[in-house]
């Protein structure tokens, strides 16, 4: 039985994970970085890189600990190598390069986005080679065809914002704070998907790639629009009241300007039209992959979205659909961590990596895939 260490420090999680052959997770440590980051609204590469560098020793040795291991039990040792921010990316390769060089334990070079392509295989011992994969992220959306470790056939992807992307930037829009995916799944609950008329990028096109820019702009302009109303309605009650109203109010949206005094939808209406409008593009993109001749063994999907509860729904559902079986893995493992960067190394067991070994800030995974419109090197 084979066992790896894996340490994953693309974004701004900083995670250890020891993992076995008979797919156990014996022992992991997460350490998130929110609320450094919270006060930016986004993750900063600078604040990112230095909160690796100071916890991801200390995490190691905890994950060791953990498990009543040294570096002397462990078989290899795997690392995000890319793509990510090459500042964090780079602190973690480097200190697998001197645990490896220190215990004369094979290095194993991960691509963080195979971790998450392989991570269904962790939690699912039935899922077999070929699958295709719904990969989204807050740096990719991709469809691959999985036709084994190291082969992937890139099928579609973005070529503008990533879905994750699209959930985050709308976050910030309603003002929910950071990280802004999940904020957006917990108002959507509360808000009704039909109210607000947002665009569907790409769906129905004979193209098979993603596209969220129009669809965030949207979103923006209704939040403006719904400001604009809300203020007007403030300024009447205030004229009502017998107080006087700013001379520089702006006008009301056109076509808004009649509107009964109660804005005619709410933050949480915007933010469940913009997740159903999101999943109808996911569904549409997906389902065409599903309908080429490709015959794959399951529906499956990883990445932070996959968190998502109505996005999984809609996929089981689409699944079925097609007779196939739905695959996700659990919560734990969507969202970066370090079990998926061992799992890999598990599957690429018995590969070893140079210790020069460069960090790379862009790595595909179908490195044969043509560009397409749009994307430039995030393809």
């Known amino acids: 039985m084979g066992i790896v260490l894996g340490i994953e420090s693309s974004c701004d999680e900083t995670a250890a994970a020891l993992v076995d052959s008979e797919r156990r997770v014996v022992a992991q440590r997460i350490a998130s970085q929110d609320d450094a980051h919270r006060p930016y609204g986004g993750v900063v590469p600078e604040i990112a890189a230095r909160a690796h560098a100071e916890r991801v020793t200390p995490l190691v040795q905890a994950t060791l600990a953990d498990a009543g291991m040294t570096l002397a039990d462990v078989d290899a040792i795997a690392a995000t190598a890319g793509p990510g921010l090459i500042g964090g990316v780079m602190v973690g390769l480097v200190s697998a390069k001197a645990l490896a060089m220190a215990s004369g334990k094979p290095l194993i070079a991960i691509n963080h986005l195979e971790g998450h392509a392989l991570s269904p295989r962790l939690a699912d011992s039935a899922l077999q080679f070929p699958y295709l994969l719904l990969l989204v992220s807050g740096g990719h959306c991709q469809i691959l065809l999985v036709e084994g470790v190291g082969r992937y056939k890139r099928l579609g992807t973005t070529i503008d914002d990533a879905l994750g992307e699209a959930f985050d930037k709308t976050a910030k829009i309603l003002g929910l704070g950071f990280p802004g995916g999940p904020a957006v799944e917990r108002l959507a609950r509360e808000g009704d998907a039909r109210k607000v008329s947002l665009p569907r990028p790409l769906l129905g096109s004979s193209e098979p790639h993603f596209s969220f820019a129009g669809l ?10 719904l400001d604009r109303l809300e203020a007007s309605t403030s300024s009447a009650g205030a004229e009502a009241e017998g107080h006087s109203i700013p001379a520089q109010a702006e006008p009301v949206e056109p076509g808004l300007a009649s509107a009964p005094s109660t804005a005619p939808y709410s933050r949480a209406d915007i933010a469940a039209s913009f997740q159903l409008a999101a999943i109808d ?99």
Do not use: H, Y
């Open 216 to 225: 965030k702009s949207a979103v923006l302009r209704a939040k403006e629009a």
């Open 281 to 379: 593009c996911v569904i549409d993109r997906t389902r065409k992959a599903l309908s080429a001749s490709i015959k794959p063994t399951a529906l499956v999907v990883a990445g932070g979205v996959a968190a998502n509860q109505a996005v999984r729904g809609a996929l089981e559902a689409l699944a079925a659909e097609f007779g196939l079986p739905f695959v996700a893995p659990p919560l734990a493992l969507c969202t970066d961590n370090a079990a998926m960067i061992a799992w890999a190394g598990i599957e690429r067991l018995g590969q070893s990596d140079p210790l020069d070994f460069a960090a790379r800030p862009r790595w595909p995974l179908d490195s044969d895939a043509a560009p397409v419109r749009g994307a430039g090197v995030k393809a």
